[in-house]
């Protein structure tokens, strides 16, 4: 090849990629246009799915649930809602997905729904209940305060009953209460922290006087969300940027919710046992890990050697630990894995998807010749996996041998009558 040509082949190269470049913009313009646009729309008692579908219809766009949305909806893609939508799409979808705590992102052709991170607080799938206990804490506000009446004050400004738990936690509560109010904190005579000079949230503790008469209700001069108070508070000696809080499940009727602080490392362990339906099939291992760490919100950590992206696998699991679901999985790849704050993966994988021919130094893909499905816990959840060719015994390489001729012999003779 010539320098003339090498440089023809480059100019066409960069006129291609410009090329493309400008029709990806087009088409994201194109969508975002669309988004601008009103539309007017009525539902009543539809599937989510059936409901982004028909919105989608009228505005001319696709829009598609993601995996993750379709696990943080109450039901999934057969969550049920009524819904009304006038004005912009972009506007109206937002309020729609509000209620659900779903945000959209609008990709070159099509619009994508995800949970929005507020949802993070919810373990596992959420209840209506749960939602509907998650949006008070972010938008109701606390104006009155009951003075040492910490769970009375949030209920009254929730609008319903709830219980906060540790018990340290509702005396941190009761002590920011105070201060927002113009009262100092007040601690236990056996709190480390008394007679110590505090920062603003926490102030030096000073007795009552006794005797003292003092208001049982005082109005907050700047009121405050439940949120906003739980964002300071601190658990078994851990800071507040090392702690978070969660709704606990609502599991019986009649049930109170429960808002629990912990620790980061006690909230990734909770987050790790969540229990999630999965589905992958023909899936490279490096995209199903991925998925499972960002459901259990750890790092993914693959170490040199484990190319997981030349390898897929087809897997089917019900109402499994998302920690179990990742050793099962590994155990079938033959990756070695630990699972602590992260997911780290390292080994070569024992089943490989993809060979190296002899000699012409390509890479080819090797096609599936069976399936082996294993119940699990007495058929609560499969685990499936593919066979290649040289997985089989020779015995089972022989019978399928046997087998093709058999099938390819009544084909011929078929053809030939």
């Not at 509702?170 to 109010?181: G, T």
């Not at 909230?267 to 899936?283: E, G, P, T």
């Not at 630990?338 to 994988?349: C, D, F, N, R, T």
């Not at 593919?386 to 019978?399: A, C, F, G, V, Y």
Request: some cysteine.
């Amino acid at each position: 090849m010539n320098a003339r040509n090498f440089v023809k082949i480059i100019i066409v190269a960069i006129v291609s990629v410009s090329f493309f470049n400008e029709s990806v913009q087009a088409d994201k313009q194109q969508l975002q246009e669309k988004l601008s646009k009103d539309i007017s729309i009525r539902l009543s008692d539809v599937t989510i799915s059936n409901a982004l579908e028909s919105i989608g219809q009228k505005a001319g766009v696709k829009i598609v649930l993601s995996d993750e949305a379709v696990w943080k909806l109450p039901y999934g893609e057969v969550t049920r809602l009524s819904v009304s939508l006038s004005g912009p799409l972009a506007d109206s979808l937002t309020e729609m997905l509000n209620a659900f705590f779903m945000r959209y992102a609008a990709g070159e052709e099509e619009i994508t729904i995800y949970p929005r991170p507020e949802l993070e607080h919810i373990l596992g799938r959420p209840s209506a209940k749960q939602l509907e206990l998650l949006k008070a804490i972010y938008t109701k506000t606390i104006r009155v305060y009951y003075l040492e009446q910490v769970q009375k004050t949030i209920n009254e400004a929730l609008g319903q009953q709830i219980l906060i738990s540790p018990i340290e936690v509702q005396a941190q509560l009761n002590n920011f209460l105070r201060q927002l109010v113009g009262k100092d904190a007040v601690y236990s005579k056996s709190d480390p922290r008394r007679g110590r000079s505090q920062n603003v949230a926490v102030r030096q503790a000073l007795e009552p006087e006794p005797n003292e008469p003092e208001p049982i209700e005082y109005v907050l001069p700047t009121p405050v969300t439940l949120v906003q108070l739980l964002n300071q508070i601190t658990v078994s000696g851990y800071e507040p940027s090392y702690t978070r809080w969660y709704i606990s499940g609502i599991d019986f009727p009649g049930q109170t919710p429960e808002v629990h602080v912990v620790s980061n490392e006690t909230f990734c362990v909770l987050r790790l046992n969540q229990k999630i339906d999965i589905s992958y099939k023909d899936q490279t291992l490096d995209k199903i890990f991925q998925d499972l760490a960002s459901r259990a919100g750890v790092s993914l950590i693959v170490k040199t050697g484990s190319q997981l992206y030349e390898h897929k696998l087809s897997v089917n699991m019900q109402n499994i630990k998302i920690i179990q679901a990742v050793r099962n999985i590994a155990e079938m790849a033959g990756v070695a894995c630990e699972v602590k704050g992260y997911i780290m993966l390292s080994g070569p994988v024992r089943t490989k998807s993809r060979v190296e021919s002899q000699g012409l130094g390509k890479i080819q893909t090797v096609g599936y010749v069976g399936k082996i499905s294993i119940p699990m816990e007495g058929g609560k959840y499969f685990l499936e996996f593919m066979l290649r060719e040289r997985d089989l015994t020779e015995e089972l390489k022989n019978l399928r041998q046997e087998k093709i001729r058999e099938v390819l012999g009544k084909s011929e003779a078929t053809a030939e009558k």
